[in-house]
C-alpha cells in the first residue's frame, strides 16, 4: 500500500500528481521526434508523424514517410508523402488527418492513411504561403486557423462546414507573432497573438490590445501561450521566466510562477480536470518537464528522450521513443482512498475487505468504524468511483471487491451504478489494450460517449470488437450491432480483389435480414467504388423496393428500377421510374416499355388524361386501340370543339376507329349521332329552340310539345324508333299537353302495342280521372283489376278478380280496401274466398 | 325490437383517437404558416374537415376566410393563402392558375397546399411544369381515417373505385395499406388475416410491409382486433346495385348520406328549411331503426310515439315537486327523443311517397326475379319499358347492369337493343359509359364461348369433378365472368322460403333484401370466419375467377385474447352499401361477434354507376 502512492507529487496543499506509464511503446522510429512534425489526436487517438526536410533544407528530393501510428504505437499506415510542403498537421474530432500545406491547400486522410478530400484556404495564401497554422476543435467541430507571409490570419471554424473567414489586420505588426493561440470565446473563435510585450486580440471584426492582469513586470516578449482543453483558462510564458496563470477572457489572474528559466519552452499544456482542486500547468524543455501551479513548489520530472505532450480533458499524455504516459491529478475519490493515514470512509472499507480475505477480526472493526459513522454508502460509492480512475485491472478488481462487499452490510443500495461501472471498466480496459490502443480515462470515456468510441472502433476496422461490445452492453441492434454491420458491408465492397459473388454472398450471410441494415446504402458505396454489378447484387438483398428505385436509376438500370417500383406498390415510386423514362429514351421506346408494363401504362395514362392529351393519342395509336381511340375522339366532340362542324368531323374519326376496332355497334351509334346533331342543328335554325345535345327521344318530345308533330313523327322513321317507344313518348307528351282529344284519337289510330294500363296510369298523373276511365275499360284482363284499381273502382275491380278467381288479385284488391265505403265490397271478396275454398 | 348485443359481445376500441390525431396534425400544419391566412377547401373535402375540426378551431388558428375549390376566379385579399387539397392534377391547375395570375398583377403572396391524405408525385410534377413549385410550399395531411360512427371508418375516398376498378390506377393501395398501419400502431397489429380480390391481397402485402420496416416498438402491442378481412368491390357487385329496403340504406337511396349526415330537405321537416342531421349511434332513435327492414320501421316509430306519449302524460298528476323533478332531468331527453322521432317518421312518409310514385314493387319484384334467375324475358322487357319511360338514367343502367351480372352477361341481341334504346332515350353521350361498363365487367355481352357453359356443365357430369374443374378454368380465363347462378348456388345466396320470411324477425342475413337474397360479401366473410380459412371454398374462389387472390395470413401468437378475437375488421376496397352493414351487424349479433367497417367510402347503387358514367 505505502508503494501505492510512491509516484504521487503534491503540488501546492491540497493536489497530487501521478504521472504512469500507458504502453511502453516500441515503435520502431526512423527518425527522432524533434526532427518531425506531430499530430496527436485527443481522446487517446493516433498519432502522425512526418518527417520534415523542408526546414533543414536537406536532400529536397527525397520525399518524406507519413506514418500514422495507434496511441500505442501500432502502426496504422505509411505513404511516402507526394504532395507539397507541410506546415502543420493536425487531427478532426472525426479523427481525419488534415495536413496544411504551404501553399494553403488543406489534405484530408483517414486514419489509414487513405486520401479522403481537399481544400483550400483561400487565394491569399498562395502568395504568401502559409507560416503556421493551428487545427483546433469547438463544439462545433475541428477548424484550422492559418497565419499567412503577409501577417495575417484567416480560419475556418467548422472544416465540415467550410467558410474562411479572414481576421482583420494587426496595425503595425512587421514580424512574425512570438506566439498565438486561438480562443473560443462566445461560441466564436478568435486569436490571440503576442508581438514583443502586447498581446492583441482579433474577432472578425476588430484587433484589440489586451493586457493581462496583474502581469509581472519587464516583460519584453511572450515565448510561449496555452489554451486550456476547455478554453476557459490561458497560460503566458513570458521571457522573465514568469508563468502567468488566468482566465482565457483575460479578466481574471489565477496566479503567477517564475520558473527561473528563461529558455523558451518546447512545449506548454494545461493539466486539469473538470473540478479540479489545483489549475496547473505542464512545461516542457528539452529534458525537463515541470508542473506549475498556485503553489511556491513546482512539481519537476526528468525527460530521457524527446518528448511529445498531448493535452487531455483530464491531464497530459506524454509519450517519447520508448514510453508512452499519463499524467494527471489524482482525483477525489481516489486521494480519498489512498491518501497516507487516510481516515475517509472508502479507505476503511478497502481495508476491511483486505482484511476480511485474511480472514481476520479486523474486518469487522473497520467496518463497524464505518458504520457507526453511517457512512457505508459513502463508502461503496467511493470505491466504485475510485475504481474508474484505476489504470491496473488489478486495482481496479481490489477496488470494486471493496465496492461488493461493502454492499453486502446495505439493505437498499441500488445495483446500477456498481454494474454500469463494471461494464464500462470492461469496455475500457478492452480498448486500452495493446493491439487496440486507445488509452482513454473514465472521464474521457464518459464524455465521448459510448456511441462515438463505437465509431472510432469501426474506424479503426475493429468491427469484432466493436460488436462484442454491443452485444455486452446490450445496446438496441439498430443502433448497435447493424450500423457496424453495415460499416463493415461498406468496407467490404470495396475490397476489389474478391469477385462480386463472394463479397454479396459474404456480406448476405453476416447480415442476413439485420433489423436497420441498408443493403441499398451498402449498394451506393459499392457503387461509388465502381461495382455497379455488385450493388445491382446487394439491390436483390434490399427488402424495401422503395430504397432499390433510386440508387438502379443513378445506375442507368432504368427498366430494372421500373419493375422494383412497381413490385413495390408505390405509384409515386412508378412515376418517379416513369419521368425519368420518358427523358431518357426516345418516344416509341419508351412506349414500348410502357405496353409490356400495365400498371405503369394506366398510371401515364391518367396523368396524360389530365396534362397531355396528345400524348395519350400517341399512345393508343401506338397500341392499335382502336376501340379507345375511338373513345378518345368523342370524349374530343363534347370537350374540345364547340362547332358542330368539328364535333361531327371528331365524331367521324371516332366512328372510324369504332369500324377499324370491330366495334359495329359503336360505330353505327356514333353515326347516328352524327345525323341527329346535324339534324338538330337545322331544327334550331328552323324552328328556334334548343335541340342540341338532346337524346333522340327528347328531340322527338319537344317537337310534339312544340306541335310539330310531323317532323316528329318523319325523325321516329328516320331513325326507326321502335313503336313501343313512341307510343310511351307519345303518349307521355299529349298527356302533358292535355290535349285529351288529340290523345284518344291517337289511341284508336291503332292496336296499342304497349297496351291501355300505362294511358290509365299517364292520366291518372295528370289527376284527369275522367279521361283514365275511358282508357281504363280498354285494358286487356290480365290488367284490369290493376287499371279499376287505379282509377279508384274497388268494387269493380272486387268483380273483376272474383271473376277471374285469381288469388293474388284477389288479396291485392282486398289491401285497397281502406275507405269506409269499401266494407261490402271486403266482405264480398271474403265470401268468394270462402266459396273459392270449399271447392 | 332493435336487438341488443349478446352480452358477451366485446367492447369496440375507442376510435375517436383518429379525430384527435387528425386535428392536431391539421392545427400543427396551419401553425407553420403563422399569421392571418385564408383556407381553400376542395369541395370533397368539406364534410370531413366539418367533422374533424370545426370553424371556430380554424378560426383560433389564425384561418381568416374559407373559401371552396372551384373555378370562379378568387376575391380573397390575404396576404397567405392555404389550399387543403386532394392529390388531383385538376387541383393543381387550379393553384396554378391563381398563382400565376397573381404573379401577373406583380402580387407577391405566401402559398401554402396541404395534400390529403398524401401527396403524389404527379402533382408536384404538374405544379413544377405550371412554373411555380417553387412559389408554393406543400405539406401532406396524413388524414385517412374519419370515424363516421362508432363501428364505422371511411377513408372518404370515393374516386378510389373508379381509379381502380376502371382505369387500373393503383395508387389509393399505399393510402390503405397506410391507414390500416395507422390502425395497426394504434390498436395492435391484426393476429389473423383473410382476403379476397387482387386489390385485396396488394393492400395486405404492402401492410405488412409497412409492419416488418417499423422497428420494434409497436410490435409487442396488444391485438385488440382479431382479425381483419380484406374485400375487392368487384367480387360482389349484385349486393351494391340492389335497391336497399333497410332503413339506413334506404335513407342513402333516398336523400344520400353524405359523410354519416344527411339533408333532410322541406319534404321532410314539414317546413320550409332543410336540415342537415348526423345519423348515427348517438341518434338513439335513428339506433333502433338503422338495421331494420323498411316494413318494420313505421311500426316500431308509432310504437315509440306512443310510449312517448305515455311518458309526458305521466306530468298528469304529479305534485310541484315530482313536476320539478320531471321537468329538470326527463323532459329535456323526451323532448330531444320527440324531435328525432318527428324527423325520422317524416323521413319515413317522404321515403314511402317517393317510392310508391315509382312503382317501388315492381322494381323490387324485378330485381328479386334477376337474382333467383326466373322470367328473365319479363324482367328484360321492364328494363326496357323502364328505359322507354325515361324513368331514371342512373336506374335503368343499375338494372342493366344486374341483369348482365346475375345473367353472365347479356345475350348479344338485348346487349345491342337495351344499349340502343338507352342511347335514344338519354343521350348519345352514354356510349362512353357503356365501354366503362363493360371494361369493369358490369355490362357485358355473353361471350360466343358461353354457348360452351351448357357443354360444359354437360361435360361436368360425365367425367370427374376433377378434369371438370380444370375445363371450366381454361374457359373462365377466356373471360371473366361473374358466375353469379352458380355462385348463389354453392352459397345458397337465396334462402328457400316456407311461406311468408318473417321480417321482424330475421333468420339470416337475407333480411336486409326482403328475404329474398343472402348479400354474396356477406357470406363469403360468414363461410370464412366459420371455417378460418378457405378450405372448403375453392369452387366458390374458382368461380369468382380469383383463386390467387384469396388468402389468409395466420400470426400464432398467444396474446390474443378470446375478447380480441371476436372482433373483426372488415376492410371494403371500393366501397359498401349499409345494407351490406346492416346484414354483418345482424350476423355478429348472432354470432357473438362485433364487425368494425373500414371502407374506401360509403356506397350504393347509384354511386356505382355514376361513377362509371361519363
Keep these: 500500500m505505502d508503494c501505492y502512492t510512491a509516484n504521487w507529487n503534491p503540488l501546492g496543499d491540497s493536489a497530487f500528481y501521478r504521472k504512469y506509464e500507458l504502453y511502453s511503446v516500441d515503435w520502431d522510429l526512423k527518425e527522432d521526434l524533434r526532427d518531425c512534425l506531430v499530430a496527436a489526436a485527443p481522446y487517446g487517438g493516433p498519432i502522425a508523424l512526418l518527417r520534415t526536410p523542408w526546414r533543414k533544407e536537406k536532400a529536397p528530393s527525397v520525399r518524406p514517410v507519413l506514418e500514422i501510428y495507434s496511441a500505442s504505437g501500432m502502426p496504422l499506415a505509411s505513404f511516402l508523402w507526394k504532395s507539397g510542403p507541410v506546415v502543420s498537421l493536425g487531427w478532426s474530432a472525426e479523427e481525419e488527418l ?217 491531464g497530459v499524455r506524454i509519450f517519447s521513443r520508448s514510453s508512452h504516459e499519463f499524467l494527471h491529478e489524482v482525483p477525489v475519490a481516489s486521494e480519498e482512498i489512498f491518501k497516507i493515514a487516510s481516515m475517509a470512509p472508502g479507505a476503511l472499507l478497502l481495508e476491511a475487505q483486505k482484511e476480511y480475505e485474511k480472514e481476520s477480526q479486523k474486518a469487522d472493526e473497520y467496518l463497524r468504524e464505518i458504520q457507526e459513522l453511517g457512512q457505508l454508502p459513502q463508502a461503496v460509492q467511493q470505491c466504485i468511483e475510485a475504481a474508474g480512475h484505476e489504470h491496473c485491472p488489478d486495482m481496479q478488481k481490489s477496488l470494486l471487491r471493496a465496492a461488493s462487499f461493502g454492499k453486502c452490510f446495505l439493505d437498499r443500495f441500488p445495483p446500477d451504478s456498481f454494474v454500469r461501472m463494471c461494464q464500462d471498466l470492461r469496455v475500457l480496459n478492452a480498448v486500452r489494450d495493446y493491439h487496440i490502443g486507445i488509452p482513454l480515462t473514465y472521464s474521457q470515456y464518459k464524455q465521448l460517449t459510448i456511441q462515438v468510441l463505437l465509431d472510432r472502433l469501426v474506424l479503426r476496422r475493429l468491427y469484432p470488437l466493436a460488436i462484442q461490445i454491443c452485444e455486452y452492453l446490450r445496446l438496441p441492434e439498430v443502433q448497435g450491432v447493424s450500423r457496424i454491420l453495415a460499416h463493415w458491408a461498406c468496407y467490404k465492397v470495396q475490397q476489389k480483389d474478391v469477385s462480386d459473388e463472394d463479397v454479396a454472398r459474404a456480406i448476405n450471410q453476416k447480415l442476413g435480414d439485420t433489423p436497420g441494415v441498408s443493403y441499398s446504402d451498402i449498394a451506393a458505396r459499392a457503387y461509388g467504388c465502381g461495382r455497379t454489378e455488385l450493388a445491382i447484387k446487394l439491390l436483390e438483398y434490399e427488402p424495401r423496393s422503395g430504397e432499390q428505385v433510386p440508387l438502379l436509376l443513378k445506375m442507368k438500370r432504368s427498366k430494372l428500377a421500373l419493375n422494383k417500383a412497381i413490385e413495390s406498390g408505390d405509384t409515386d415510386l412508378v412515376f418517379t421510374v416513369l419521368l425519368h423514362l420518358k427523358n431518357e429514351l426516345n418516344r416509341g421506346d419508351f412506349f414500348m416499355t410502357l405496353r409490356n408494363q400495365p400498371i405503369a401504362l394506366s398510371l401515364y395514362r391518367q396523368y396524360c388524361k389530365h396534362q397531355e392529351l396528345e400524348t395519350l393519342k400517341d399512345l393508343y395509336n401506338q397500341d392499335d386501340n382502336h376501340q379507345e381511340l375511338g373513345s378518345f375522339h368523342i370524349r374530343a366532340s363534347y370537350a374540345a370543339e364547340e362547332r358542330i362542324e368539328g364535333r361531327v368531323a371528331a365524331l367521324q374519326t371516332a366512328a372510324d376507329a ?182 | 325490437m332493435a336487438f341488443p348485443h349478446r352480452p358477451d359481445a366485446p367492447e369496440l376500441p375507442d376510435f375517436s383517437m383518429l379525430k384527435r390525431l387528425a386535428r392536431d396534425q391539421l392545427i400543427y400544419l396551419l401553425e407553420q404558416l403563422p399569421g392571418k391566412k385564408d383556407l381553400f377547401i376542395e369541395a370533397d373535402l368539406m364534410s370531413p374537415l366539418d367533422r374533424i375540426a370545426s370553424v371556430s378551431i380554424l378560426k383560433q388558428h389564425e384561418v381568416d376566410k374559407l373559401y371552396k375549390v372551384e373555378s370562379k376566379p378568387v376575391l380573397s385579399s390575404s396576404e397567405q393563402l392555404c389550399f387543403l387539397v386532394r392529390p388531383r392534377i385538376k387541383n393543381m391547375r387550379y393553384i396554378a392558375n391563381l398563382v400565376n395570375t397573381d404573379k401577373l398583377a406583380g402580387r407577391t403572396r405566401k402559398y401554402k397546399v396541404i395534400f390529403s391524405p398524401q401527396k403524389f408525385y404527379a402533382c408536384e410534377m404538374v405544379l413544377e411544369e405550371e412554373g411555380i413549385y417553387g412559389d408554393v410550399s406543400c405539406d401532406e395531411w396524413a388524414f385517412s381515417l374519419l370515424p363516421l360512427d362508432v363501428d364505422l371508418l371511411s377513408m372518404e375516398l370515393p374516386e378510389f373505385f373508379r381509379d381502380y376498378f376502371l382505369e387500373g390506377d393503383q395508387r389509393w393501395i399505399n393510402t390503405v395499406a397506410h391507414a390500416l398501419h395507422l390502425l395497426s400502431t394504434l390498436y395492435g397489429s391484426f393476429p389473423n388475416c383473410y382476403g379476397l380480390g387482387r386489390c385485396a391481397k396488394m393492400s395486405h402485402e404492402l401492410w405488412r410491409t409497412l409492419e416488418e420496416e417499423e422497428d420494434g416498438e409497436t410490435k409487442g402491442r396488444k391485438a385488440e382486433i382479431g382479425h381483419i378481412f380484406f374485400l375487392d368491390r368487384d367480387m360482389d357487385f349484385v349486393t351494391a346495385l340492389c335497391s336497399q329496403v333497410v332503413y339506413e340504406g334506404l335513407v342513402d337511396d333516398t336523400f344520400r348520406i353524405k359523410c354519416g349526415s344527411v339533408d333532410f330537405g322541406p319534404e321532410v321537416m314539414s317546413s320550409d328549411r332543410s336540415l342537415k342531421v348526423l345519423l348515427n349511434a348517438e341518434d338513439k332513435v335513428f339506433n333502433e331503426i338503422r338495421n331494420e327492414h323498411f316494413s318494420n320501421v313505421f311500426g316500431f316509430l308509432s310504437q315509440k310515439a306512443r310510449n312517448l306519449q305515455a311518458q309526458y302524460d305521466r306530468r298528469r298528476g304529479m305534485d310541484i315537486k315530482q313536476m320539478k323533478n320531471f321537468v329538470s332531468q326527463e323532459l329535456k331527453g323526451l323532448k330531444q327523443e320527440h324531435r328525432l322521432l318527428s324527423l325520422h317518421i317524416g323521413a319515413c312518409e317522404s321515403i314511402m311517397k317517393k317510392k310508391t310514385k315509382q312503382d317501388f314493387q315492381e322494381l323490387i319484384k324485378t330485381e328479386h326475379a334477376l337474382l333467383e334467375g326466373f322470367n328473365i324475358r319479363e324482367s328484360t322487357s321492364y328494363i326496357e319499358e323502364h328505359i322507354d319511360r325515361q324513368v331514371s338514367p342512373i336506374e335503368s343502367l343499375r338494372l342493366m347492369c344486374l341483369l348482365s351480372i346475375t345473367e353472365n352477361g347479356l345475350i348479344p341481341k338485348d346487349y345491342r337493343s337495351l344499349k340502343t334504346q338507352y342511347l335514344q332515350s338519354y343521350g348519345p353521350e352514354h356510349l362512353l359509359t357503356f365501354s366503362n361498363l363493360r371494361r369493369a365487367g358490369l355490362l357485358t355481352e355473353q361471350a360466343p364461348g358461353d354457348a360452351l357453359t351448357a357443354m360444359e356443365s354437360k361435360v361436368s357430369k360425365l367425367v370427374t369433378d376433377k378434369a371438370a374443374g380444370k375445363i371450366t378454368d381454361a374457359f373462365s380465363s377466356l373471360a371473366k365472368r361473374s358466375n353469379f347462378r352458380a355462385i348463389s348456388k354453392k352459397l345458397n345466396l337465396i334462402p328457400r322460403v316456407d311461406g311468408e320470411y318473417d321480417l321482424k324477425v330475421p333468420r339470416d342475413m337475407a333480411y336486409v333484401f326482403s328475404g329474398a337474397y343472402v348479400p354474396l360479401s356477406c357470406r363469403i366473410i360468414e363461410q370464412v370466419l366459420e371455417r378460418r380459412s378457405w378450405q372448403g371454398l375453392d369452387e366458390v374462389v374458382r368461380l369468382l375467377t380469383c383463386s390467387e387472390f384469396a388468402f389468409t395470413d395466420i400470426t400464432k401468437e398467444d396474446k390474443a385474447s378470446s375478447e380480441s ?26 354470432k357473438g361477434y362485433r364487425f368494425i367497417f373500414l371502407t374506401t367510402a360509403m356506397t350504393n347503387s347509384a354511386r356505382l354507376m355514376e361513377a362509371m358514367s361519363e
Design chain 1, 98 to 314: 488534415l495536413c496544411v500545406q504551404e501553399d494553403g491547400a488543406v489534405l484530408v486522410y483517414g486514419l489509414h492513411g487513405d486520401f479522403r478530400r481537399h481544400f483550400s484556404m483561400g487565394n491569399e495564401v498562395l502568395q504568401n504561403r502559409v507560416l503556421d497554422a493551428r487545427i483546433f476543435h469547438t463544439e462545433f467541430g475541428s477548424g484550422v486557423a492559418i497565419l499567412t507571409g503577409a501577417h495575417r490570419f484567416t480560419l475556418s471554424a467548422n472544416v465540415g462546414d467550410l467558410k474562411l473567414r479572414r481576421m482583420p489586420e494587426v496595425p503595425g505588426l512587421q514580424n512574425v507573432p512570438s506566439c498565438w493561440t486561438i480562443l473560443c470565446q462566445e461560441r466564436a473563435a478568435h486569436i490571440l497573438l503576442a508581438v514583443g510585450p502586447d498581446l492583441y486580440l482579433l474577432d472578425h471584426a476588430a484587433c484589440s490590445a489586451v493586457t493581462p492582469p496583474g502581469l509581472a513586470p519587464g516583460v519584453s516578449s511572450f515565448l510561449q501561450m496555452a489554451v486550456s482543453f476547455t478554453y476557459r483558462h490561458l497560460a503566458l510564458f513570458t521571457d522573465t521566466g514568469h508563468i502567468w496563470m488566468g482566465t482565457a477572457s483575460l479578466k481574471e489572474k489565477l496566479c503567477e510562477f517564475n520558473c527561473n528559466i528563461r529558455a523558451p519552452p518546447k512545449q506548454m499544456v494545461w493539466c486539469s480536470r473538470p473540478r479540479s482542486k489545483e489549475r496547473a500547468v505542464v512545461v516542457a524543455w528539452e529534458r525537463r518537464l515541470m508542473v506549475v501551479g498556485d503553489a511556491p513548489e513546482s512539481i519537476q520530472f526528468v525527460l530521457d528522450e524527446d518528448s511529445y505532450l498531448v493535452p487531455e480533458l483530464d
Design chain 1, 658 to 839: 369504332f369500324y377499324k376496332a370491330k366495334n359495329e355497334f359503336a360505330a353505327k351509334a356514333t353515326e347516328d349521332q352524327m345525323r341527329l346533331l346535324r339534324l338538330q342543328r337545322r331544327l334550331e335554325d328552323e324552328l328556334g329552340g334548343q335541340f342540341l345535345d338532346l337524346s333522340l327521344h327528347d328531340t322527338v318530345t319537344t317537337l310534339i310539345l312544340g306541335g310539330q308533330n310531323k317532323r316528329a313523327e318523319q325523325l321516329a322513321r328516320d331513325f326507326r324508333i321502335p313503336d313501343k317507344r313512341l307510343w310511351w313518348l307519345k303518349l307521355t307528351a299529349l298527356a302533358d299537353l292535355e290535349e285529351w282529344e288529340e290523345l284518344e284519337k291517337f289511341s284508336k289510330s291503332k292496336k296499342s302495342p304497349i297496351g291501355y294500363l300505362p294511358f290509365v296510369e299517364i292520366c291518372m298523373k295528370q289527376h284527369n280521372k275522367y279521361e283514365a276511365k275511358k282508357y281504363a275499360s280498354r285494358v286487356g284482363p290480365e290488367q284490369k283489376v290493376k287499371a279499376l284499381l287505379l282509377v279508384g273502382d274497388v268494387a269493380q275491380a272486387a268483380d273483376v278478380a272474383i271473376e277471374h278467381r285469381n288469388e293474388a288479385e284477389l288479396s291485392l284488391v282486398l289491401s285497397h280496401c281502406t275507405g269506409a265505403t269499401d266494407g261490402p265490397t271486403a266482405d264480398k271478396i271474403q265470401r268468394a274466398r270462402a266459396q273459392a275454398q270449399k271447392k
Design chain 2, 565 to 590: 378475437l371476436r372482433l373483426i375488421l372488415v376492410v371494403f376496397l371500393g366501397g359498401c352499401t349499409f345494407s351490406e352493414l346492416s346484414a354483418l351487424r345482424f350476423l355478429g349479433r348472432e
